[in-house]
């Protein structure tokens, strides 16, 4: 086993992380301030003699002896790394900075979770992993792209210049059950409006595509990512080729749910990306990785998780 | 007369600013680490009583009480600021960071030094400021570039959420008395290698472009930006639209000087951007700025101080 370091990982993600990295058997250190992440994600996890969980805050620095560090530590969804601009451009980069300085003390490899929007709103489609992107470095938005775009700054210099073992991955849009109900996402807010029959509110015309990863299959890349038998240190693209327009992901969520909810049409936001959808074959190559949960399949175990869940503790 | 900061006051464009807004009567502190700058630049300054010199390093916080804040620190030439790749970011990103707290603390208007890199190598000529720009995130000039767009980004995230006075400014390439001699960008090296009858070392085939800012109609802009009457935050390109490649400027140079050197091609470093030339509509508008001096007048102003420089000095 390894001693593992996930930071970030009360939240959505990272607690799906947490869960299979102690099922299988490691040592895991669970770090979170809990900004957008709850104790109640990981709370089947706590108690376990393999889990452990500290209360810290990613721009400050710390010491730990791990094996691998996995950063996840950020705000993803646009309200919430929005609520705070400077605190999310703090997080990104002095984050990034800490987990390698860590990895640099205690030789440990350190994975970093990059994200489709250093794309920005991209002239080519699918997005490989050499295109530079197209990304407004004072907009909206920027805080989250830009502070994303220098962490992999900060990755590639500590592997090039200090010799840290480093990992960098791109995710695309990832959904499934462990979403916050209130986190703003598209696939959160349609399933939440739909099982509630509340209107579904599109930005803009629906005409803008994403591509939809299933938490199953994130996790299964990132920790592909970070075990690579090459040790390529990416960037490597894990989410799902399929590309649907927010128009059609609406459609699906309301015939899934069965919904008598209506569709409304609300102001696009700023900068708001056009298209989105990764080019695999790299994932494919380097990891022998590809999804294997479609958008209906994954949508139906969303919407059971957020029917089962109560509502009141949110 | 205001009190003024200027971070990176002892190096080339630092120094020449100081020097302007010593004469202009205002309370000018030049804080720098001396990486780049040295205090011969300002040694002419030091001794008044309108000038004082700190040694520190912008990475780290700093209370000072005054109305204007210039931020140059940062090494600009890239054998320079590929140094130390990391304490480029840090600087960068801690450096802005520091003087935009301070900004907020005391009150005062903050301008940075921005960067043309910050289009990386462009897909339009000439540069607006509207264009997102075309930048590797993961590559030799990465340190820089990246440094650079994440520090715009907090310059717009402290004046919109914090409410900080802010400026930035674009500097395209600029030059003139105060290079350091070993500096390592092209019209240093040219003008040396020429007045020394060394070969001339023509980076690629010398048909990448560039635009030449001579330093006085620099100096002339940062100070209409940061004093503008419509408080224009920017960002807005400063630099001269008149755009040669590499070879016209080496030809110039041997012209200039009357030398004997020859050209020599070495390789072209990696991601050196093909074209760079700005669109100063915005400037010529807002600030109603345009530079005056042409690159043959101000080689030759250059090429006097190159010659009577002691070198053993440096
Ligand atoms: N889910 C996606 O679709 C997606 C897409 C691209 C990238 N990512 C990246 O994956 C990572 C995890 O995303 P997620 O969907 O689980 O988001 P999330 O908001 O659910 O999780 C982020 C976690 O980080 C914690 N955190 C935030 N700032 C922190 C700080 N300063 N110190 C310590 N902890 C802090 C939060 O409390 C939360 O638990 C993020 O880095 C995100 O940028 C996610
Ligand atoms: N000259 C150009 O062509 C050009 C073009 C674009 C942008 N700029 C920007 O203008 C600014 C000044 O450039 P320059 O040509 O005078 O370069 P320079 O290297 O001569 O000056 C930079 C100064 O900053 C100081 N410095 C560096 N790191 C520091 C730190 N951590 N703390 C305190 N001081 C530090 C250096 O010692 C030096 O005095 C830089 O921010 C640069 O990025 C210059
Ligand atoms: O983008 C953000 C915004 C806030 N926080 C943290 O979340 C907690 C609550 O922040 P908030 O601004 O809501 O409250 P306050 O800072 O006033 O306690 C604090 O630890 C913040 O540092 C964060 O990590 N990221
Ligand atoms: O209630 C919502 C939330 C999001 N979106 C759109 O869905 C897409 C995905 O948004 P999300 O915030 O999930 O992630 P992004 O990929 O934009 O970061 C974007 O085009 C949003 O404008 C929407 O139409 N309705
Ligand atoms: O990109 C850089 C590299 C170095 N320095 C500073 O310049 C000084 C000398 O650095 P160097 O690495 O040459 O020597 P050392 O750190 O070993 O003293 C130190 O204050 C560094 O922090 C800097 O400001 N920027
Ligand atoms: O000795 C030199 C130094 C630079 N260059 C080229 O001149 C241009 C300007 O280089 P500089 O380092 O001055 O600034 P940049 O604009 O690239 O940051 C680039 O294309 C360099 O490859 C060159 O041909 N010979």
Redesign the pocket.
């Known amino acids: 086993f390894q001693r593992i370091l996930v930071?970030?990982?009360?939240?959505?993600?990272?607690?799906?992380l947490c869960r299979r990295l102690v099922n299988d058997g490691h040592e895991v250190i669970c770090?979170?301030?809990?900004?957008?992440?709850?104790k109640m994600?990981v709370s089947d996890l706590v108690g376990k003699p393999n889990f452990e969980l500290i209360r810290?805050?990613?721009?400050e620095p710390l010491l730990l002896e791990v094996d691998q560090i996995y950063?996840?530590?950020?705000?993803?969804?646009p309200p919430?790394?929005q609520y705070d601009t400077v605190?999310?451009l703090?997080?990104s980069f002095?984050?990034a900075l800490n987990m390698l300085e860590l990895g640099k003390k205690c030789r440990a490899r350190v994975l970093?979770?990059?994200?489709?929007?250093v794309y920005g709103d991209p002239d080519i489609t699918p997005q490989t992993e050499s295109y530079w992107g197209n990304v407004n470095p004072i907009g909206v938005r920027s805080c989250?792209d830009e502070g994303?775009r220098v962490s992999e700054t900060l990755f590639r210099e500590f592997r090039v210049q200090e010799g840290v073992d480093t990992r960098i991955v791109?995710?695309?849009?990832?959904?499934g059950p462990?979403?916050?109900p209130h986190?703003g996402?598209v696939i959160s807010n349609f399933i939440m409006q739909a099982l509630a029959g509340d209107d579904i509110t599109l930005y803009g015309d629906g005409s803008q595509t994403r591509s939809f990863?299933f938490?199953s299959d994130?996790v299964d890349g990132l920790i592909k990512m970070m075990n690579n038998p090459n040790a390529h240190p990416g960037p490597i693209n894990i989410g799902n080729p399929n590309e649907f327009t927010i128009r059609e992901l609406a459609a699906l969520c309301i015939e899934l749910t069965g919904s008598k909810s209506q569709l409304i049409q609300l102001p696009l936001p700023g900068d708001d990306p056009k298209q989105r959808c990764p080019d695999i074959t790299l994932a494919r190559k380097e990891l022998d990785w590809e999804p294997s949960v479609q958008l209906r399949e994954g949508l139906e175990k969303t919407i059971a998780y957020f029917a089962a869940l109560d509502k009141s503790k949110f």
């Open positions: 930071a970030g990982g009360a939240g959505f993600l990272g607690s799906n770090l979170d301030n809990f900004f957008t992440g709850t994600n810290h805050d990613v721009t950063n996840l530590a950020c705000p993803a969804s919430h790394y605190k999310t703090r997080t002095l984050g970093q979770t990059s994200t489709s929007e989250y994303k791109r995710i695309f849009n990832t959904y462990g979403m916050h986190d996402r990863c938490v994130q």
